[in-house]
């Protein structure tokens, strides 16, 4: 070893060692992807690179999550993705499932108006009318440069070639390999029957490649109508499912406008029904607008926070639904006014101690997928999609290779009865042919004096949009960076069932008394959600990127 090495080499240690530990996020001067697979978020930055713009990038991070992340990453699911370009124009692209036209109100209870065990979750029935597909073509027709063709080819590369099996995904199949093994073609691909998946082996899925190649080809086409609609249509003959054909080519994403909010200066950009998420995180941002928060772990802005959570998920419960088909008082509930008349009824009143059955299972997944681009021009995207349940309903349609979502699920399967989520749902969100059931999806932007600030959403069924919510008060109140605002410890009060739940490590032995002093009851769980998040430095445009450490997630900046 020569001198300089000698002298050196301790400090390569040293920084490499830092670098390891090191808690700062992704810094890009150009573009970023945050997104909660490493391949999918390198394909992204890659279009970026080869010019492309953040929808071109965002919808290729879609169809590479479908090969890579079969969790929740999908072609056979829905969500929403939330645009704004650099010239300011913004727009939503709904592309939610649909009720297949022979779905009904009562088709998940039975004849003693009892609920069936797993029908809205497992299996074909569960499915709705896949969006994802129409939705990423429109995006990119629209609103990208590049074409579909070029974006969907690193999918169609990792599809084909096959991708190295990272440890997570290895346990996650593992983890739902009950459920995946019921249905023949998920038992063959998922599961290579029955010897499952190992760390550093090569995963291929040619019938998944082919099924892109001829969306590549055909555009939505190649989805809704020939072989892969018939395959569809085929799959659900086998297992019993609704979805027919003509659903198929029925089925339209569809432009919306954002919903807008004001908080404390900043600009909020989210999504409007079907998903609950933005009206209820406008409703909550609105309650909380001039209370002083203090810090973000103490009793009194936690205990202000769960009041506004509840009092926003109440009004979910009752209001929210699809409101291309039912009446959803939208203005109302983002109004500053309504907000003004909650904030003084939590003023004058004690926590609400009354405790409703819980559903202990409703809060163990995260199988629900968000991402966030931003590029070189200003344009941004903000993109949250499912699957629903992890791998959805566990059906893989038959010589097309991809799973099919339990979307269904999240309409009210009897009104006023849990879901998955234990959340408790009304009227408006009943389930009724074309209709699309009720998202907690918040794909979300900030601006700051007209100029982004931060991209950002979550999975986590009814969590989510509290996930967001302390995300969006960590970074812009409590002034945490990005990466610190998506680690830091989060809780979440959905009003029904009456649980106050915390992540088990960060909250202070204090605050935790005080909590349950005041009448929650208070619970722990490991890990609520996985927020995928870009801040903008307003002076510099630096991008800051931030994957939550709570999965496996991997922002790239260029
Ligand atoms: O749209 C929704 O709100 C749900 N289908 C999301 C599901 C989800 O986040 C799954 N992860 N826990």
């Given at each position: 070893?020569?001198?300089?090495?000698?002298?050196?080499?301790?400090?390569?240690?040293?920084?490499?060692?830092?670098?390891?530990?090191?808690?700062?996020?992704?810094?890009?001067?150009?573009?970023?992807?945050?997104?909660?697979?490493?391949?999918?978020?390198?394909?992204?930055?890659?279009?970026?690179?080869?010019?492309?713009?953040?929808?071109?990038?965002?919808?290729?991070?879609?169809?590479?999550?479908?090969?890579?992340?079969?969790?929740?990453?999908?072609?056979?699911?829905g969500g929403f993705m939330l645009i704004r370009l650099a010239s300011g124009e913004a727009v939503v692209v709904d592309y939610r499932e649909a009720a297949?036209?022979?779905?009904?109100?009562?088709?998940?209870?039975?004849?003693?108006?009892?609920?069936?065990?797993?029908?809205?979750?497992?299996?074909?029935?569960?499915?709705?009318?896949?969006?994802?597909?129409?939705?990423?073509?429109?995006?990119?027709?629209?609103?990208?440069?590049?074409?579909?063709?070029?974006?969907?080819?690193?999918?169609?590369?990792?599809?084909?070639?096959?991708?190295?099996?990272?440890?997570?995904?290895?346990?996650?199949?593992?983890?739902?390999?009950?459920?995946?093994?019921?249905?023949?073609?998920?038992?063959?691909?998922?599961?290579?029957?029955?010897?499952?998946?190992?760390?550093?082996?090569?995963?291929?899925?040619?019938?998944?490649?082919?099924?892109?190649?001829?969306?590549?080809?055909?555009?939505?086409?190649?989805?809704?109508?020939?072989?892969?609609?018939?395959?569809?249509?085929?799959?659900?003959?086998?297992?019993?499912?609704?979805?027919?054909?003509?659903?198929?080519?029925?089925?339209?994403?569809?432009?919306?406008?954002?919903?807008?909010?004001?908080?404390?200066?900043?600009?909020?950009?989210?999504?409007?029904?079907?998903?609950?998420?933005?009206?209820?995180?406008?409703?909550?941002?609105?309650?909380?607008?001039?209370?002083?928060l203090g810090s973000p772990d103490s009793f009194d802005s936690m205990h202000f926070m769960v009041e506004a959570m509840r009092h926003a998920y109440a009004?979910?419960?009752?209001?929210?639904?699809?409101?291309?088909?039912?009446?959803?008082?939208?203005?109302?509930?983002?109004?500053?006014?309504?907000?003004?008349?909650?904030?003084?009824?939590?003023?004058?009143?004690?926590?609400?101690?009354?405790?409703?059955?819980?559903?202990?299972?409703?809060?163990?997944?995260?199988?629900?997928?968000?991402?966030?681009?931003?590029?070189?021009?200003?344009?941004?995207?903000?993109?949250?999609?499912?699957?629903?349940?992890?791998?959805?309903?566990?059906?893989?349609?038959?010589?097309?290779?991809?799973?099919?979502?339990?979307?269904?699920?999240?309409?009210?399967?009897?009104?006023?009865?849990?879901?998955?989520?234990?959340?408790?749902?009304?009227?408006?969100?009943?389930?009724?042919?074309?209709?699309?059931?009720?998202?907690?999806?918040?794909?979300?932007?900030?601006?700051?004096?007209?100029?982004?600030?931060?991209?950002?959403?979550?999975?986590?069924?009814?969590?989510?949009?509290?996930?967001?919510?302390?995300?969006?008060?960590?970074?812009?109140?409590?002034?945490?960076?990005?990466?610190?605002?998506?680690?830091?410890?989060?809780?979440?009060?959905?009003?029904?069932?009456?649980?106050?739940?915390?992540?088990?490590?960060?909250?202070?032995?204090?605050?935790?008394?005080?909590?349950?002093?005041?009448?929650?009851?208070?619970?722990?769980?490991?890990?609520?959600?996985?927020?995928?998040?870009?801040?903008?430095?307003?002076?510099?445009?630096?991008?800051?990127?931030?994957?939550?450490?709570?999965?496996?997630?991997?922002?790239?900046?260029?």
């Amino acid at each position: 070893m020569n001198l300089r090495t000698k002298l050196f080499l301790p400090l390569v240690v040293l920084a490499l060692a830092l670098s390891a530990f090191s808690f700062t996020p992704v810094a890009g001067r150009r573009g970023m992807v945050a997104s909660s697979e490493a391949l999918a978020s390198e394909a992204g930055v890659q279009i970026l690179r080869d010019g492309g713009n953040a929808v071109d990038a965002a919808v290729a991070v879609g169809f590479a999550l479908a090969v890579t992340h079969p969790v929740a990453g999908n072609i056979g699911g829905g969500g929403f993705m939330l645009i704004r370009l650099a010239s300011g124009e913004a727009v939503v692209v709904d592309y939610r499932e649909a009720a297949p036209a022979a779905a009904s109100r009562n088709m998940y209870v039975n004849s003693n108006g009892e609920l069936i065990p797993h029908a809205s979750t497992v299996g074909a029935l569960s499915a709705g009318v896949p969006g994802t597909v129409a939705g990423l073509a429109l995006a990119e027709e629209k609103y990208g440069k590049l074409g579909l063709a070029r974006v969907i080819a690193p999918a169609i590369h990792l599809a084909r070639d096959g991708f190295v099996v990272s440890y997570s995904l290895s346990e996650s199949l593992r983890h739902e390999s009950d459920r995946l093994s019921k249905f023949d073609a998920s038992r063959r691909i998922f599961l290579r029957g029955g010897r499952l998946y190992e760390p550093g082996e090569t995963f291929k899925q040619p019938e998944l490649a082919e099924t892109l190649e001829a969306v590549a080809h055909q555009g939505a086409k190649g989805f809704y109508s020939g072989p892969v609609a018939q395959a569809i249509a085929a799959t659900m003959q086998k297992y019993r499912g609704l979805i027919a054909e003509q659903d198929l080519a029925r089925y339209h994403p569809i432009l919306r406008q954002p919903l807008v909010g004001r908080f404390r200066g900043y600009e909020i950009l989210s999504v409007p029904p079907p998903s609950s998420g933005g009206v209820a995180l406008i409703e909550m941002l609105n309650i909380l607008e001039p209370v002083d928060l203090g810090s973000p772990d103490s009793f009194d802005s936690m205990h202000f926070m769960v009041e506004a959570m509840r009092h926003a998920y109440a009004d979910r419960a009752a209001y929210l639904g699809d409101a291309d088909f039912t009446p959803v008082p939208v203005a109302r509930l983002t109004s500053q006014a309504y907000a003004a008349k909650l904030r003084e009824e939590i003023l004058h009143s004690k926590p609400d101690a009354a405790i409703a059955a819980g559903n202990p299972q409703a809060f163990e997944s995260s199988q629900t997928t968000h991402y966030s681009v931003v590029d070189d021009e200003g344009n941004a995207v903000a993109n949250t999609y499912t699957l629903n349940n992890g791998y959805g309903c566990g059906v893989t349609v038959e010589g097309a290779g991809f799973l099919l979502n339990d979307e269904m699920d999240d309409f009210a399967a009897k009104p006023g009865t849990p879901n998955l989520f234990g959340l408790v749902q009304g009227e408006a969100n009943a389930i009724a042919p074309n209709k699309r059931p009720l998202s907690s999806m918040t794909p979300t932007l900030v601006l700051q004096d007209g100029k982004l600030r931060l991209v950002l959403g979550s999975p986590g069924g009814g969590t989510i949009i509290n996930t967001v919510l302390q995300v969006l008060l960590d970074n812009l109140v409590f002034k945490m960076d990005i990466l610190q605002a998506v680690s830091f410890p989060r809780f979440h009060h959905q009003w029904m069932p009456e649980r106050l739940i915390l992540e088990p490590v960060g909250f202070s032995a204090d605050t935790i008394q005080k909590l349950r002093e005041a009448g929650y009851q208070v619970d722990f769980y490991g890990s609520i959600g996985d927020c995928e998040a870009i801040e903008i430095d307003p002076q510099s445009g630096w991008k800051f990127g931030a994957a939550d450490p709570r999965a496996d997630g991997k922002a790239v900046g260029y």
